[in-house]
């Protein structure tokens, strides 16, 4: 017998719908490519993406189709996330950190049609427009004055087909219904990576999609409400800006986007204008906020909870956070492949009488699963360790708003563990404790092996990261000729201090098992960082692929 309610189909376009009927005054605000704050309303919003769905349809987009942008945080942007979705064809959103090369093969790979960019990448579009295969029109998403007073003739000149935004909303009325079709369909597309082998395509539906912002909004994981002004730094080609564009419609907060203003200065004038009580972000950028506040003596006066994720909060961030500026850190976990969101480290109840240090403690660690995903640790056998084992292993995941298989069924079957039942292998290596938090100790391939022992470099880099004349570290397995591999720490001193190897190894002592103590320390002036921020260990590691450690 079935239930007897509706059959709504869970729809994006369903958002913006309640976005503009019950929160239709709520602000979004934006830092633009035009130099100018932009203040806008939810209403506005969807008269301008009903606008722009038409647009669509007139420049040939049919359901299906992929539209590709390569843009900043910003309305316009967003615009778009509701326009192309909505109207039935495939939002790609581009990573433009990536060389030319790989947007070239990444839009040829996902067949984009159209392709909408910021100005600020006019050069990039200019290198690949000539080489991509499908992309039929090119979309500056500003005006036309703005356009013709900043872009130079001859790099225009380079690119086909060039439309400007404004024009296309302008050309059209708002007299436009929402398409009603399968949840199931496809919405939007994001490319993985691709630290090993070529990027691969992770496509959403509109079901993963609004089932994933409902548990987003949760007050146990982002806890995001009406009242708030939320500003994500984390972009909008990284994991859908991990779904607050969408949870920002669920719940009517204000939005806050930061355009490329993405430098501590800018951050805080942003934070304190607009009220801002929430945001989201990996922990590089936070880096830069925190330089900034602390070097000008400033406060936050609005902001009480930042999320960080996307790669290991250090535990001395959280803590920096905490006690100097009363913000409240969310460490949150998650991966493309996740939609992002995987597990966020809320408080459950018993931890309410704890002391801070207890406290600090656990919000080091990765956090519990969120409903709607189900997660896993096993060992190299596929059995599975049980919660409160001190044993780390391959953590697997499964849940509605977690990948099936790749766009176009690259890389083959991605459940290997699949048993009959379906569990994605991370590739992360984590142990959960008894009361169901989740800690990685490291990516499978950056774990470090040492005598057969495996040694988690997050721990090691967290505690490099908590000694004050140290601006960022990483550690990776160097080859080793008794060990096969001992950990070396690459270190960023901050500016102006002065760090020795031996005193860095010093502030080791008593903190981890004597044995996991890196067996160097090298100062470097950099290290590099992908193209969403993450520490780039394969490079180090090719680097440092010859260094003799000593060996005393
Ligand atoms: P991406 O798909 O680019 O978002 O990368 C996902 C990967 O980032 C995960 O599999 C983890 O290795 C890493 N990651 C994300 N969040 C965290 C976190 N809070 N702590 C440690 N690693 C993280």
């Known amino acids: 017998m079935n239930g007897q309610m509706m059959q709504l189909p869970l729809l994006i376009s369903s958002l913006l719908v309640h976005a503009e009927r019950h929160h239709g005054e709520r602000e979004i605000v934006s830092r633009r490519v035009e130099g100018d704050i932009h203040r806008t309303t939810y209403k506005e919003l969807a008269t301008r993406a009903r606008r722009m769905a038409k647009a669509l349809a007139r420049l040939g987009v049919q359901p299906a189709d992929r539209v590709a942008t390569l843009a900043w945080n910003g309305y316009r942007h967003m615009e778009l996330y509701y326009a192309v979705s909505g109207s039935g064809a495939v939002l790609h959103t581009l990573n433009p950190r990536l060389h030319p090369d790989q947007v070239v093969y990444i839009a040829d790979h996902a067949e984009d049609s159209v392709l909408f960019f910021d100005l600020t990448f006019l050069p990039l579009v200019a290198a690949v427009a000539g080489r991509t295969k499908s992309v039929r029109h090119w979309v500056v998403m500003t005006d036309r004055a703005h356009l013709s007073k900043n872009a130079p003739a001859d790099v225009v000149a380079k ?4 439309l400007a935004y404004e024009d296309l909303v302008a050309a059209e009325d708002d007299h436009y219904a929402w398409p009603s079709f399968d949840e199931n369909t ?21 079901r993963s999609t609004v089932l994933h912002a409902y548990a987003a909004a949760l007050p146990d994981a982002l806890n995001c409400g009406s009242a708030d002004a939320i500003l994500p730094v984390v972009p909008m080609f990284h994991v859908n800006a991990w779904s607050l564009p969408y949870v920002g ?7 806050v986007f930061p355009g490329a203003g993405l430098d501590g200065k ?4 942003l934070f304190e204008s607009e009220g801002v009580t929430l945001s989201a972000g990996v922990p590089t950028v936070w880096q830069g906020l925190l330089a900034h506040v ?10 009480k909870r930042t999320i960080i994720g996307g790669s290991a909060c250090p535990p001395a961030m959280i803590r920096a956070f905490g006690e100097k500026y009363g913000v409240h850190v969310l460490h949150a976990w998650g991966m493309t492949e996740m939609s992002p969101l995987g597990t966020v480290c809320a408080f459950k109840g018993k931890h309410a009488g704890q002391s801070q240090q207890e406290r600090y403690a656990v919000m080091a660690k990765q956090g519990r699963a969120v409903y709607g995903v189900d997660m896993k640790v096993v060992d190299e056998n596929g059995a599975e360790l049980p919660f409160g084992s001190e044993t780390s292993g391959d953590l697997l995941v499964r849940g509605p708003w977690i990948l099936e298989k790749y766009f176009k069924g690259e890389g083959g079957d991605p459940l290997r563990y699949s048993d009959g039942d379906g569990w994605f292998p991370t590739g992360d290596v ?6 169901g938090y989740m800690q990685i100790t490291d990516r499978s391939k950056d774990v470090i092996k040492s005598g057969g022992e495996w040694i988690g470099s997050i721990d090691l880099e967290n505690i490099a990261m908590a000694h004050p004349a140290v601006a960022m570290a990483a550690c990776i397995a160097a080859p080793h000729p008794k060990w096969d591999e001992r950990p070396l720490l690459v270190v960023v001193k901050k500016p102006g201090t002065d760090l020795t190897r031996e005193q860095l190894l010093a502030f080791y002592e008593g903190k981890i098992a004597k044995w996991w103590t890196p067996d160097d320390v090298v100062f470097v002036d950099a290290i590099p960082l992908g193209a969403t921020g993450k520490m780039q260990k394969n490079k180090l590691r090719e680097q440092f692929r010859d260094y003799r450690l000593p060996t005393a």
Do not use: Q, W
């Not at 800018?266 to 004038?269: P, V």
């Not at 602390?294 to 902001?303: D, I, K, P, Y």
């Not at 984590?430 to 009361?435: N, P, R, S």
């Open 266 to 269: 800018s951050l805080y004038e």
């Open 159 to 162: 690119i086909p087909n060039l």
């Open 430 to 435: 984590a142990k959960i404790d008894a009361d």
């Open 249 to 255: 419609c669920m719940v009517g907060a204000k939005l």
């Open 294 to 303: 602390e070097a000008n003596n400033l406060r936050f006066s609005t902001m």
């Open 186 to 206: 496809a919405s939007s597309l994001c490319y993985t990576s691709g630290t090993t082998g070529n990027p691969k395509g992770v496509l959403y539906s509109h």
